[in-house]
């Protein structure tokens, strides 16, 4: 990594934290080696302390993997980075509220710091998931790109000449609140018409369901039983790929929305590469076609020349390790005794 | 001006290249002096040849004044920054295309450089206005500033990390392209709902004369006596001000189209300030009061509270300024010899 003040064969844990599942694993500073990626259950209903020990926990297994696997010795590891659900303050390491896990003012990073002893950064989930693309995965080489992750909600994060660009009070690149129609759907952040509100997971769902609505039953009714209610993004893209038209449609309709929030994101910021991740990416060039398509309607020229638009290639690791690409920018300079 | 190389008596001659005018004028290299400041017409329809060697002339005039009211030696004239309507190509100093202009790949840096014996850059008009704003005007004191200039149409420039941020080709910071409606008004540009389709000043006329249709006459008939072919925004704000209900409610929904594309920028670019020029600002309260109201309901609240939303504090001469503020960046390092 440019800037790293820590030797090559230095060790960071990067950790994932999701309201489901955390997510773990240690790589070597120059990215040249990574060990012990795993998962195990957040179990947030255990609150905050719970979490966070079993956090230090998952640290402390992967140090001792780490070190049976490649004779590392425990001074090598310089610290552990963490991803979490925003808002965050960053300066401060605190999780400002995260209603997935249920907290408020949590002190994530002053915890894990005081329970292994470990320089420890905090950053927004998305941020990192986006760094790790740029680090080791699809937008390896740019300086600048673009990061979406589709979920329950729309994550993303944006680096620009090779940093993780956070703002002024560490907001930006909360791609999924761009807006596709200010008098349009109802946002759950309070604004009317954002990416999110049509195009995440439960938005692709909700807009299958609706479609579905008075149409003949096909392989998305077979699917679900039935029961509408139990569709997810997943089953339509499932469908989609069984050729069923109300599928299709929904899934070329969330190629037009994706199409005309990062066609303007295309015109605003005009960045070498858009990388999209999460269960989206399942739907393949089904999705990704229309919507390059649509890109290329809605923005300059020169920017969609200049833009890849593509699947990531990190897959569910992208998170774990863009958190310790954010370790390493957030301690560039600083001493790593 | 931070990583300037030059001495601070080192004088800059800025060039603000419009379809209308060019504006013109000298700043010494640390800001404190600024001389000579005036514009003359651009007439275009002479072609490019013709229109170089005016500015080519304006400079040389410039520097003139320059040495007359200050002392100063041609011999510390260091350069010469023009801003021009884009898209160009900053690297090789080319007016790709320019509509107003009716230019197409001129290259006009070199040829600025050739008559003068002078350093040249080129930068984008409202990339330059932005600078301005930022270096010597509202934006101040920020390390991250979004500069919005509203007239013919809306440009746009962003400032990142105290440095112009142009995106992979030149075309970052084109805020008038922005989403507000994905299915709504044609832009000029080729995509549908941009931010420029609705306020702009001929778009907020063209509103203004939608919004007369079949009402009583009020004080923008008078205005226009009576032909609504001839509104223009300037007479809505003014009318607006003198208590024009058609007027009042056309600055509003202004204020609401300019609330949703800079809510959506805020979440994206979580900016410190930023600053509105051009026409709008005559507006005056009328329109900031609910347009920061409306930025407030749409965007994330610590994005909101990190931002000013001001008007710009140099006027005409921002492009000026701008266009010496994006000289001393470009040649960051260069030998000023």
New interface residues.
């Given amino acids: 990594m440019p800037g790293s003040h820590f030797p090559p064969d230095a060790w960071i844990v990067g950790v994932d934290l999701g309201g489901t599942n955390i997510a773990i694993g240690a790589l070597q500073a120059d990215g040249s080696r990574e060990v012990a990626f795993h998962s195990e259950p957040t179990l947030a209903v255990e609150g905050p302390e719970a979490v966070t020990e079993r956090i230090v926990k998952a640290v402390e297994r992967t140090i001792t993997r780490v070190q049976q696997e490649t004779g590392a010795t425990r001074a090598q590891f310089v610290g552990v980075g963490i991803g979490a659900p925003g ?1 965050l303050d960053r300066a401060r390491g605190v999780v ?1 509220t995260a209603p997935n896990l249920g907290w408020t003012d949590w002190p994530l990073r002053e915890k894990v710091h005081a329970a292994t002893g470990l320089h420890a950064t905090l950053d927004n989930d998305a941020n990192c998931a986006t760094l790790g693309e740029w680090w080791l995965g699809a937008a390896r080489g740019t ?2 790109a673009i990061g979406i992750t589709i979920g329950t909600g729309i994550g ?1 994060g ?1 680096v ?1 000449d090779g940093q993780l ?11 999924g ?8 759907r109802r946002c759950k ?5 954002c990416l999110e509100a049509y195009a995440s997971g439960p938005a692709i769902a909700e807009r299958a369901r609706e479609a579905m609505w008075g149409e003949e039953p096909g392989v998305l009714w077979r699917l679900v039983e039935g029961d509408v209610s139990r569709i997810t993004a997943q089953m339509v893209y499932a469908a989609s790929k069984q050729g069923d038209p109300i599928a299709i449609d929904v899934v070329r309709e969330t190629a ?2 994706l199409g ?2 990062i ?10 590469v858009v990388v999209l991740a999460g269960g989206v990416v399942n739907a393949g060039e089904s999705l990704f076609q229309p919507l390059r398509a649509e890109v290329k ?4 020229r ?2 969609v ?3 890849r638009i593509m699947p990531g290639a990190l897959g569910g690791s992208a998170g774990v390790v863009g958190a310790v690409a954010a370790f390493l920018q957030q301690t560039r300079g600083l001493d790593p005794a």
Same sequence: chains 1, 2.
Avoid: K, Q, W
Avoid at 177 to 184: E, N
Avoid at 189 to 193: F, I, L
Avoid at 297 to 300: D, P
């Fill in positions: 808002p400002i300086r600048n993303g944006i620009i660009y956070h703002g002024a009070s560490d907001v930006a690149g909360e791609i609140h761009v807006t596709i129609d200010s008098t349009g952040c309070g604004n009317y018409g037009r929305y005309a929030g066609g303007a994101l295309l015109n605003v910021l005009n960045p070498e309607r809605r923005a300059f020169p920017a020349e200049a833009c």
